[in-house]
DNA sequence: GTCTATAGTTGGATAGAC
DNA sequence: GTCTATCCAACTATAGAC
């Protein structure tokens, strides 16, 4: 396959549904539309693989354009990333909030606590007003190559995790502090794993029943059930 | 930051160690170096980001002999991910052969299922003979662009994910399919997180203890309590 | 089997008109 | 603010000498 035909053979190239007739030329939602179409494109095909060209022609716009609104390719994708992740976490410290306020001094309750770290995750997934392809870019923040992504990984996941760890060792008091980390890192895992959409990439083997059809309440309610056990499960006495 | 800087910023086009001097030529590893560099750059910059020219630099070589021996980049990728992957899938279906033999018709273990599906991953990811850096292949088999990735990945996952599930099943007759398969997707999860590094990744906040150094097998022992535990909870009764 | 040299594209970024 | 046109560096792949 020569290089013109894989990329022809590429799909995706088409523009970004602006409701209607093909209109062009809004004075300010270009930054939007941008955002839209970079976040697919990138989900899809990764930072280096969705060049600039391909995101601004889905967009509808220029190359120029972006660089007039982003300055460059890589905060065009550190935009992308923040308009998703910023919600999820002030939505996270909410919960959090809300969830100590109502517990005064006393434990928290642990499927509570995973609760508000999971269901935020879950809401900014399932909004119909930006474009549905949340999915992979969580996935991408995880393992996309470390130009400015693994400093904006840290920032994020340590805006919230110390919060969380404390909410964590206050909801098992008896836990070993090095067994909560360990164990919100297999939680990590898991909520990386089911909003990248994997779920729906997996498809189960011929006599096991599909998962690509769940509704985002019953995997979330699941996910809790099994995390929580986890984190329930005492440490193995060396055998 | 121009293109120029960035490029030169990055580092890692350090060639492959070759044990003492920088001996050139060898006959026949050439391949093998390539697939040490190949390993090493696809995982740390992904696959569109690290040149087929830094790869073969990287593994003393010229770019012509990369397509001699392989005929194409997306080639070299698949066979770096498939000299990992097979002889995970390999060792895998061999503990759970041993362990299907010993049970006879009784149930399955759940404990020893698990470390069946975890332990190859482990040994692989902790061999010294081969380069150390399957860490992020295993993530990057997960997200990175669908080219070929995305055959491979099912084909990688369908080849255990079938006898896996049956073996879930015979350890825990009682739980409903459809939670079994997505409860192993939670698994799967875990495991590539780990696999991945992120726990290197991750530094924990202050005052909590370091996960970067625990050994494999800790790990891989906690992974095990925390995912049985996880499989064993009963599904909440609607409240 | 491995090299040098080169072909032919495509990439991000910018200048300057409007 | 958005466009067209252009710069030039970097890419994959191949041809052909050795």
Redesign the interface.
Same mark, same amino acid.
């Given at each position: 396959m020569t290089e013109a035909e #894989?990329v022809t053979a590429s799909p995706a190239a088409a523009p970004i549904a602006t409701d209607g007739a093909p209109r062009r030329r809004n004075p300010e939602d270009t930054k939007e539309r941008l955002l839209d179409a970079a976040e697919r494109l990138f989900a899809? +095909?990764? !930072?280096? /693989?969705a060049s600039l060209r391909a995101v601004t022609q889905a967009a509808g716009t220029s190359v120029s354009a972006a660089h007039y609104h982003f300055g460059s390719k890589e905060a065009l994708l550190v935009a992308t990333i923040r308009r998703r992740t910023e919600p999820v976490i002030k939505a996270r410290a909410a919960q959090l909030d809300a969830l100590e306020r109502r517990a005064g001094g006393a434990a928290l309750p642990l499927e509570e606590v995973l609760e508000a770290f999971l269901r935020p995750i879950f809401a900014e997934r399932a909004r119909p007003d930006r474009g549905d392809d949340f999915r $992979?870019i969580a *996935? #991408?923040l995880?393992?996309? @190559? =470390? @130009?400015i992504i693994?400093a904006l990984? +840290?920032e994020v996941? /340590?805006r919230t995790? *110390?919060r969380f760890?404390d909410a964590l060792a206050r909801a098992l008091p008896d836990k070993p #502090?090095?067994?909560i980390?360990?164990?919100l890192? !297999?939680l990590? /895992? %898991?909520? %990386?794993? %089911?909003t &990248?959409g994997?779920?729906e990439?997996? =498809?189960? @083997?011929?006599g096991? =029943?599909s998962?690509s059809g769940?509704p985002d309440e019953v995997?979330l309610? #699941?996910?809790i059930?099994? %995390? &929580? *056990? /986890?984190? $329930? &499960?005492? &440490? +193995?006495s060396h055998s």
């Amino acid at each position: 396959m020569t290089e013109a035909e #894989r990329v022809t053979a590429s799909p995706a190239a088409a523009p970004i549904a602006t409701d209607g007739a093909p209109r062009r030329r809004n004075p300010e939602d270009t930054k939007e539309r941008l955002l839209d179409a970079a976040e697919r494109l990138f989900a899809d +095909r990764g !930072f280096e /693989g969705a060049s600039l060209r391909a995101v601004t022609q889905a967009a509808g716009t220029s190359v120029s354009a972006a660089h007039y609104h982003f300055g460059s390719k890589e905060a065009l994708l550190v935009a992308t990333i923040r308009r998703r992740t910023e919600p999820v976490i002030k939505a996270r410290a909410a919960q959090l909030d809300a969830l100590e306020r109502r517990a005064g001094g006393a434990a928290l309750p642990l499927e509570e606590v995973l609760e508000a770290f999971l269901r935020p995750i879950f809401a900014e997934r399932a909004r119909p007003d930006r474009g549905d392809d949340f999915r $992979r870019i969580a *996935a #991408r923040l995880f393992s996309d @190559p =470390p @130009p400015i992504i693994a400093a904006l990984k +840290r920032e994020v996941f /340590g805006r919230t995790a *110390a919060r969380f760890l404390d909410a964590l060792a206050r909801a098992l008091p008896d836990k070993p #502090r090095q067994e909560i980390a360990l164990d919100l890192q !297999f939680l990590v /895992g %898991v909520m %990386v794993h %089911v909003t &990248a959409g994997h779920l729906e990439d997996f =498809p189960t @083997p011929d006599g096991w =029943p599909s998962l690509s059809g769940l509704p985002d309440e019953v995997v979330l309610d #699941r996910m809790i059930q099994f %995390v &929580a *056990a /986890g984190l $329930r &499960a005492p &440490a +193995r006495s060396h055998s």
